[in-house]
């Protein structure tokens, strides 16, 4: 029995994969999270073997979830389900210690194979993240790779027009923490503004082109 626990902060979301895992006889969705600090709270109370987990989470994001949760249960194997299909977010993931990534646009026969893939300790990929991964190992940006995590997510909610105090509070951070990782990421990306962090953030798919200036 392969025992599932479902991080994403839509709990009409969530409902439907449970009526859908739970059609299946190897598969127990034993507990559910709709933040970053749900799911590290979770994996400590249940026994679970993978976990299914949306980037896009209320507070901290997916990325934060990820590495909460492998620190606390190393063994926890995670497959991420997202609206996101960027360079950045796929990278991060991986870095961050998920072992496969999904768009939410694939069937849900395709959610299922993954999950029954990743609980045998292969890794998964839905075809699109495939491709975006081999066209990142052709022209990524290195510079963007120097980024741990942490500063890809400050990064992300920064370019989404979070302020430091903002970015502060949702991930628990003090705002001068916030302002030296700022400060870093700026001399990582060579990056002398905001204008310029936009633009390289839109080029590795963490913003549309269409998004306004951060403040």
């Known amino acids: 029995m392969t025992r599932i626990i479902l991080i ?23 507990g559910e999270a709709a933040s970053a600090d749900e799911a590290n709270a979770l994996v400590l109370r249940v026994h679970a073997d993978v976990a299914l987990v949306d980037l896009s989470l209320k507070g901290s994001s997916g990325l934060e979830a990820i590495r ?20 950045g977010h796929v990278t991060q993931a991986l870095k961050s210690g998920a072992r496969g990534y999904l768009t939410k646009y694939c069937e849900p026969d395709e959610v299922i194979d993954g999950i029954r893939r990743i609980a045998l300790g292969k890794r998964v990929f839905s075809p699109e993240i495939a491709a975006v991964l081999a066209q990142e190992a052709v022209d990524g940006d290195a510079a963007m790779h120097h980024l741990t995590p942490r500063e890809f997510e400050v990064l992300r909610m920064l370019v989404h027009g979070e302020s430091a105090n903002g970015i502060a509070n949702s991930m628990h ?12 990421i700026r001399q990582k990306l060579d990056a002398d503004s905001d204008f310029k962090l936009l633009h390289l953030a839109a080029r590795r798919g963490l ?3 269409g998004s306004p200036l951060p403040a």
């Open 68 to 87: 909460g949760m492998l620190a606390r249960c190393p063994r926890l194997r995670v497959l991420v389900l997202s609206m996101h299909d960027g360079a």
């Open 207 to 209: 913003v549309e082109m």
């Open 173 to 184: 951070l003090s705002q001068k923490t916030v302002l030296n990782y700022l400060s870093l």
């Open 8 to 30: 994403d902060d839509h709990a009409i979301v969530r409902t439907g994969y449970r009526r859908l895992l739970g059609a299946e006889p190897d598969f127990e969705v034993v």
